[in-house]
């Protein structure tokens, strides 16, 4: 069975008074939660952690470095990550692959290095909305699908997240049927690639203006495993009704 997972990314927002709301969030959590990831700023991993010790949320970076340690000033590495009691980082974000020009294969090498950390990895794929106007998703999403991932990909290491870029932040969501499209045709490739046994239990997120008011919809998609959260999941009182939502299906 895959497990639901909601995971709200925080991008560059919060300082510590942001760790309120990781307070707030708790006891809102419904009585049998899903899965729930905060990736906070990285100054605030370690007291994020501490935050959350006991409780069903986990604690997920939003990006750590290709190597494992080294002259890369101002880089973060997966087992610094680790060592804050962090458990999952978020690798290929869109913003970072445009902001840092990060490739495929800078998403596969720190995806190994947060592996070999021992950390899951929350991998990002989507398409621009050229891409889409041009009828390109889905060679889009094959392309950016078997170049992030590698070989050693498995439910227990890797959850992935499909997040059009012009569906982020923007209050545009793709219609029931381009999510179901682009879901189903990553399960399919997982499967081509990596067999039955190891592409079910691979969790699949949907991302990209994810409220409380569209969420349950969204979830009730078939292979929709979760949501991937920037805005709403910044207030308690937003996230907690998109993780009852997914505690609901
Ligand atoms: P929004 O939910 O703010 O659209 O952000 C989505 C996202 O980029 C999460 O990683």
Not at 19 to 28: G, H, M, R, Y
Not at 64 to 74: D, L, V, W
Request: charge should be negative; charged fraction near 20%; proline fraction near 5%.
């Amino acid at each position: 069975m895959r497990h639901k997972l909601a995971v709200g990314n925080w991008k560059m927002n919060g300082s510590t008074s942001a760790l309120s709301e990781i307070d707030a969030l708790i006891p809102l959590l419904p009585d049998t939660p899903p899965h729930v990831v905060i990736c906070p700023p990285a100054p605030l991993l370690f007291r994020a952690s501490e935050a959350v010790h006991g409780t069903a949320i986990t604690i997920g970076a939003q990006d750590c470095h290709m190597q494992a340690s080294g002259a890369y000033t101002g880089d973060i590495s997966a087992a610094m990550i680790a060592d804050t009691g962090a458990t999952h980082v978020i690798v290929g974000h869109s913003e970072r692959r445009a902001a840092h020009e990060e490739s495929n294969s800078d998403v596969r090498a720190k995806a190994a290095q947060a592996w070999s950390a021992g950390l899951k990895t929350i991998i990002c794929i989507g398409e621009s909305d050229e891409d889409r106007a041009a009828d390109n998703t889905l060679d889009i999403i094959a392309g950016q699908l078997s170049g992030s991932l590698s070989d050693g990909a498995t439910g227990a290491n890797t959850v992935i997240a499909y997040e059009p870029i012009w569906a982020i932040g923007t209050g545009k969501v793709p219609s029931l049927d381009q999510i179901i499209e682009v879901h189903d045709f990553i399960r399919a490739r997982l499967i081509d690639r990596f067999g039955d046994a190891i592409a079910d239990v691979i969790p699949l997120l949907y991302g990209g203006s994810v409220k409380p008011d569209n969420a349950e919809t969204i979830f009730r998609a078939k292979n929709v495993d979760g949501a991937l959260v920037g805005g709403a999941s910044l207030k308690a009182s937003d996230f907690a009704p998109i993780i009852s939502a997914l505690a609901r299906i």
